[in-house]
């Protein structure tokens, strides 16, 4: 059971309320959602959110409601006398708006591992060079990851028990894997802004990309 009740709430006081935010907007782009299936889609699709509660996402509904980027209509649930009313939530014209300005920032926030996962999902609506500009910036960002990997280990490899060094070994190949990865992803958008056709995922995977919401740590691995 859940509670459509929505305390109210100041502007996100973190990066990852924000980034909270800009996911609701995303999965709002494609329809209304009530507060339940919002938070199965984001618990289930995006990583970052799967252990999401109400006591989250509710303060950010609010905050986006206020904000004017998203509307709220109470559903009445005939039949079912004393429940609450179901509140469905629907992105508004300046909430797409919004949404198309953050999702052509491509700063440094965007390379981050949980930014970036976030970012990927909605690749669909983000255009092509701003698309190359974050898969660049967070292959800069593995790249150098994976040297301090490689530079701890030359260094401390004598002090390292088997399992410390199997974990830091997991590491580096996991950084190695993800660059590979982003890699073929920046030549297959490259390519495709040549010769424009299907997607860079499509073109690297050969699948249609329907699916909208990607999880990137399973296509990581």
Same mark, same amino acid.
């Given at each position: 059971?859940?509670?459509?009740?929505? *305390?109210? /709430?100041? $502007?996100?006081?973190? @990066?990852?309320?924000?980034?909270? +935010?800009?996911?609701?907007? !995303?999965?709002? %782009?494609?329809?209304?959602?009530?507060?339940?299936?919002?938070?199965?889609?984001?618990?289930?699709?995006?990583?970052?959110?799967?252990?999401?509660?109400?006591?989250?996402?509710?303060?950010?509904?609010?905050?986006?409601?206020?904000?004017?980027?998203?509307?709220?209509?109470?559903? *009445?649930? /005939?039949? $079912?006398?004393?429940? @609450?009313?179901?509140?469905?939530? +629907?992105?508004?014209?300046? !909430?797409?708006? %919004?949404?198309?300005?953050?999702?052509?920032?491509?700063?440094?926030?965007?390379?981050?591992?949980?930014?970036?996962?976030?970012?990927?999902?909605?690749?669909?609506?983000?255009?092509?060079?701003?698309?190359?500009?974050?898969?660049?910036?967070?292959?800069?960002?593995?790249?150098?990851?994976?040297?301090?990997?490689?530079?701890?280990?030359?260094?401390?490899?004598?002090?390292?028990?088997?399992?410390?060094?199997?974990?830091?070994?997991?590491?580096?190949?996991?950084?190695?894997?993800?660059?590979?990865?982003?890699?073929?992803?920046?030549?297959?958008?490259?390519?495709?802004?040549?010769?424009?056709?299907?997607?860079?995922?499509?073109?690297?995977?050969?699948?249609?990309?329907?699916?909208?919401?990607?999880?990137?740590?399973?296509?990581?691995?």
């Amino acid at each position: 059971m859940y509670c459509e009740v929505v *305390p109210r /709430s100041s $502007r996100p006081p973190s @990066r990852r309320a924000a980034l909270l +935010e800009f996911a609701i907007l !995303g999965l709002l %782009h494609d329809g209304p959602l009530h507060g339940y299936e919002l938070r199965k889609r984001l618990t289930t699709a995006l990583g970052i959110f799967r252990a999401l509660s109400y006591g989250s996402l509710y303060p950010a509904l609010r905050s986006l409601v206020d904000s004017g980027y998203i509307h709220e209509t109470e559903e *009445p649930l /005939s039949g $079912r006398a004393g429940k @609450r009313p179901r509140i469905t939530y +629907e992105l508004t014209a300046d !909430g797409k708006e %919004h949404f198309q300005d953050l999702v052509a920032a491509s700063g440094p926030d965007a390379w981050d591992d949980d930014d970036f996962d976030v970012r990927f999902a909605f690749f669909s609506r983000t255009e092509s060079q701003v698309r190359l500009r974050i898969l660049e910036g967070r292959r800069s960002r593995l790249e150098e990851r994976l040297a301090n990997i490689r530079d701890a280990s030359v260094r401390n490899r004598e002090r390292m028990d088997s399992y410390t060094l199997a974990l830091q070994q997991h590491g580096e190949e996991r950084a190695e894997r993800e660059v590979r990865w982003l890699e073929e992803l920046i030549v297959a958008e490259r390519r495709a802004a040549l010769d424009p056709g299907p997607t860079a995922y499509e073109d690297l995977t050969g699948q249609p990309s329907t699916t909208k919401h990607v999880n990137t740590t399973e296509n990581k691995e």
